[in-house]
Structures are given as C-alpha cells and as structure tokens.
C-alpha cells in the first residue's frame, strides 16, 4: 500500500462516485477503480459496495476513511513542519547577553523576537559577561551572545552593532552628583566598584584605562559580576562607577548617573556566534537582528 492509494481512496469514498473522483484526481477513471481494488484486495476487505447508480462505504470502508484521513493529515503536517524547519521558521535559540545590555536590550530583542518569529523557542540569559559568553559559545551552552569586544578565539565571529559611551555612576550624596557633567580626572581620588578583573571583563579593562589616562590609577575596593549588585553598591556609598550608558535604564534608589565630558571613554557592543554555518533558524533570527542594528560590521575573531 502506498500513500497515493490512500488518498484516492478519500477522494472516492468523499465523492462516492468514481467519475467525480477520477475528476478531482486529474487521472483517468479505470486505472482510478483499479487502485481502489487493489487497495481493497492488499487489505482483504470491501470498503466499497459498488453499483451501476452508486458507490456506497461498507462499515469498514467509513472506519478506514477516518484512519486514512488522520494519516494524510500527519503526512500533511510532518512535510509542512519540515519545511518549515528547512526554512528557519521553527527551532530554539539560546542567547547570552552582557551585564549592562540585560537591562535595556533583552526585553527589547525577546519582544522583537516573538513578534517576527513566534514559532521560534527562546532561551535567554542575562548578566553574562564577555568571557562566560565567549567559553558558553564555543561549548554550545548558547547560540548567540551579545558581548564586549574583543573576543579573541577563533572559533567565533561577531558583528559589532553599537558603540556607546561610558558614564559616571555616583551616590546621590555624593558632591559632584549634581553636576550637569564630569570628567573621568574627577574621580581620581575616589573608591571604585567595577565588574570583576578576575573575569577578564571587557569594561572592567576600560575603566582602567580611561583613569589612567586621565593621570591616575583607581582605587579598587569592590569587584562584582552583575550590574545590578555594582549599582547597588554604588547607591550604599560603597564607591563610584564608570559604566556604559545604557545601564541609565536601570534605576536604583540612591545611584545617580552623571555624563562624562572630555576624553570619554566607549565600549562596542557585538552580536557574537560560533564560526560554523548558522543553523536555518539561527539565520533567521540573525538577520532579524541585523535589522534592529543596521550599522554593521562583520568580524572574524582572531
């Protein structure tokens, strides 16, 4: 038995006719009652009762319409899925996201997401800094990642999709927490709470650079691994930070954010993948991002 019989036999058991059938088949009528016999003698059963005015179903012939109709309909389903799931349409994709991008960026690209590719499943995972997303990456933990360049492994490549610049943290009692601005030089004699050295964090390394740049090497009196707790500390009177813009989306009770004016320092925000050939539906949702940043550029990692 084969698939095509079973469709000709729902053909002519819904039109119980087999000229109508032959007609809605496009194939001639006797090779049409030819199939249908021959389905009937693989089965051993008449599904038919045949007449010179009328085809009638045998109570076999309606329980086998029913199973015929449920396996076209699978049949159906399974090589529409497929396509699908050729097409990028369906799958799941595990995304990282940087301390600072978890914020402002996450609920914005899972909205978009959802919108554009519903049928595509979402894993996300936010506070993840430069070098966990590196080593999540290239074990497979996650798919993509949005990160701190430079990322030097060449088993990725990333896409750099903004730049933005660094801004002053400050405790709201602090002096220069009123200022319209400030300068990096200002903050020479102050305690600072920063991302973790210890995890080679990208803006961890920038923040040391601006301040020695502007003459001085900080003072480093607490180190965190989420933006949140750095805030948050800053808020207690713990210490000062320099963190990128965007965490002024993340208000907390006590921290106020001061703009940096003079020689400010930046960071590259990147969308980050393996160097293999995306999956179709990792694609997709690639090109879906590409067009939230359309200032791209693509870099091999080295």
Known sequence: MELRHLRYYVAVAEECHF?????????????????????????????????TRKVELTEAGRRYLDRAREILSAVDAAADEATRVAGGEVGRVSIGFTGSATYHLLPAIAHRLRSELPDIELELHGEMLTPRQATALTDGTIDLGFLRPPVHDRLLRYEVVSTEPMTAVLPRSHPLAGQSSIEVADLADEVFVTYSGFSRSVVFEVVVDACQRAGFTPTIRHEVGETATLVSFVAAGMGVALVPSSVRHMQITGAVYVPLHGEVPTVELAIAMRAE???PHLARVVECLRAAFPETSATELS
């Open 19 to 51: 000229g109508r059938a032959a007609q809605r088949l496009h194939i001639a009528q006797p090779p049409l009652s030819q199939q249908i016999k021959q389905l009937e003698d693989d089965l051993g059963v008449t599904l038919l009762n045949r007449s």
């Open 277 to 279: 050939p995306p999956s």
